[in-house]
């Protein structure tokens, strides 16, 4: 078999994330906290693990390199952003408006045609997008038939509208 005849499964999916951190409790309490994840396991002071719905663990975080450290400089190498999907749009309005109401910073929200995005950082400067995929059949395409992804400006009324939220944009 040739490597241009190999292609990842249509079923393969990334299972969680697993993420240095300089401070443990203020991790774990980030993504409990504000996030919502659960606690499944820890080990001493130095590692846990968190899960939404019982899965032995969606986020991964330890101290085994990093304790006390500083978030890696601009300009260098290393994860981006994690994504977490939610399976309603109305469970990313929830988590957004949970970010809200602990008046948490949001760096950045968009469209992307295929799903919608908020952007924030961890206590860690660790990259987070909170989303929400379309339907397939919904995402746009272009005349050839390929992927059409774009970036446009979220929806943020509609999307609040999805938990009875509104913005006073007074």
């Not at 991790?27 to 001493?44: I, K, N, P, S, T």
């Not at 890696?72 to 970010?99: C, M, Q, W």
């Not at 924030?120 to 397939?136: H, T």
């Not at 970036?151 to 609040?160: E, K, N, Q």
Request: hydrophobic share 35%; net charge negative.
């Amino acid at each position: 078999m040739s490597t241009q005849d190999f292609t990842a499964p249509a079923g393969t999916r990334i299972g969680h994330v697993h993420l240095k951190v300089a401070d443990l409790d203020r991790a774990v309490a980030f993504y409990r906290d504000y996030l919502g994840f659960e606690v499944v396991a820890m080990y001493g002071d130095q590692a846990a693990f968190l899960s939404a719905g019982g899965y032995h663990h969606h986020i991964g975080l330890n101290t085994w390199e990093s304790k006390g450290g500083s978030p890696p400089p601009r300009g260098s190498t290393g994860l981006y952003h994690t994504a977490f999907n939610y399976p309603e749009r109305k469970d990313l309005a929830r988590a957004i408006v949970r970010l809200m109401e602990l008046q948490y910073p949001i760096g950045g929200a968009s469209d992307h045609g295929t799903h919608e995005a908020i952007y924030l950082a961890d206590p860690d400067g660790n990259g987070i997008e909170l989303a929400w995929d379309r339907a397939p059949e919904d995402w746009p395409r272009n005349a050839d038939g390929s992927l059409g992804m774009y970036t446009r400006a979220l929806d943020w009324d509609g999307l609040l509208a999805e938990v009875g939220v509104t913005i006073d944009r007074r």
